[in-house]
């Protein structure tokens, strides 16, 4: 596994809170994909968002690959029409101002409130499941984020595993 060390950064949330994010690049074993410290750091966040829930890691796996599709773990600050954030949710459909979509945490906040509303969503294909969450013009393009997806799952999860993005980031 390529390691890379990660300076660690604080970024603070709409709600004040102070949350470490990983600053340095790494590139996945399995995928090859390479993340930046930002990426890494969203993906962390949402990751910790779906734990903290108690929900399972197969909505994590869900809501990452979503962002990958929408912004590719970036919170973007543009988007079609008003959509924005890592979800590229949009406020005139309800989904919460534009300040409070662009918020990481809220962001993966909602985006399980929906999530876990979609019937059959713990065993349908996941890009079936996204697309009931977030109606893209292309939904087949979820599907492709799954493996890329699972291996952050692993990588993030908090069972003591060995496993590791990179050296020095935190696991949620």
């Known amino acids: 596994m390529l390691a890379v060390v990660a300076l ?4 603070v949330h709409a709600d004040g809170e102070d949350v470490p994010m990983a600053t340095a690049e790494c590139t996945l074993p399995v995928t090859g994909v390479r ?18 829930r108690g929900l399972p890691e197969r909505a994590v796996v869900i809501a990452l690959a979503t962002a990958m599709q929408e912004s590719r ?7 079609d029409r008003d959509s924005l954030g890592l979800f ?9 101002t534009p300040e409070q979509v662009q918020d990481p945490v809220y ?12 019937p ?14 977030q109606r893209s ?25 060995t496993d590791a993005l990179c050296s020095g980031a935190t696991p949620v």
């Open 73 to 79: 773990l970036r919170n973007l600050d543009y988007g």
């Open 35 to 52: 993340l930046t410290g930002e990426q890494i750091g969203n993906a962390q966040t949402i990751a910790q968002v779906g734990y903290e």
């Open 88 to 96: 590229q949710q949009r406020p005139s459909q309800g989904w919460g």
């Open 137 to 161: 013009g292309y939904p087949e393009l979820y599907q492709q984020w799954q493996e890329l997806s699972e291996e952050l799952v692993r990588a993030l999860r908090s069972d003591g595993s």
């Open 8 to 11: 660690v950064a604080l970024s």
């Open 107 to 118: 962001a993966a906040g909602r985006f399980y409130d929906h999530l876990v509303r979609i």
């Open 120 to 133: 059959g969503w713990e065993s349908g294909r996941l890009t079936e499941v996204a697309q009931a969450v």
